[in-house]
């Protein structure tokens, strides 16, 4: 079953419905209530970065901070599999592997672990519409533009 829209992301993207909106449904305030688990160093600066952009498109809200946090430590094991990949392994795919019946060649697990990481991060990042994807159904209204005209409430006799 395909998981339920947020409101707040149907709302952005126009096709909200009154009919089918939950009158009860919770409305937290839009705040960053900072990290709820300790992160590493790559994490702190990623969530340092897209806060104030999920913020400022009016997405996350105080009731969000422990799913930055998992897409934080997310990309922050992405990116350390994929140095480790470059660094360490030279980007090798494989290695030799001798058993009694012969040579064999293995894929390093390290490549798997780094596809299941980024397979994770797109999930998490498809849910706070942050990929081209899932980006073009939002409509995010911008806030911060102000209208500078002082005129434009007169009307023309």
């Not at 919770?26 to 990290?35: E, L, R, Y």
């Not at 430590?73 to 992405?78: D, F, G, P, V």
Request: proline share 6%.
């Amino acid at each position: 079953m395909r998981p339920r829209k947020p409101t707040q992301t149907k709302k952005l993207s126009g096709t909200l419905r009154k009919s089918r909106v939950n009158v009860s449904e919770p409305s937290p305030d839009m705040i960053d209530t900072g990290p709820m688990i300790e992160l590493d160093d790559v994490a702190k600066k990623y969530r340092a970065y897209v806060v104030p952009l999920l913020e400022k498109v009016g997405i996350m809200s105080e009731l969000d901070p422990s799913e930055i946090d998992i897409l934080c430590a997310t990309y922050s094991e992405w990116v350390r599999l994929d140095k480790y990949i470059r660094e360490e392994l030279k980007n090798a795919s494989s290695y030799e592997h001798y058993t009694q019946a012969g040579m064999s060649y293995k894929a390093y697990p390290e490549y798997k672990l780094r596809a299941d990481a980024a397979n994770r991060l797109h999930k998490i990042l498809t849910e706070f519409g942050m990929t081209p994807a899932s980006r073009s159904k939002v409509n995010a209204n911008k806030t911060d533009k102000k209208d500078d005209n002082p005129f434009k409430s007169l009307k023309v006799v």
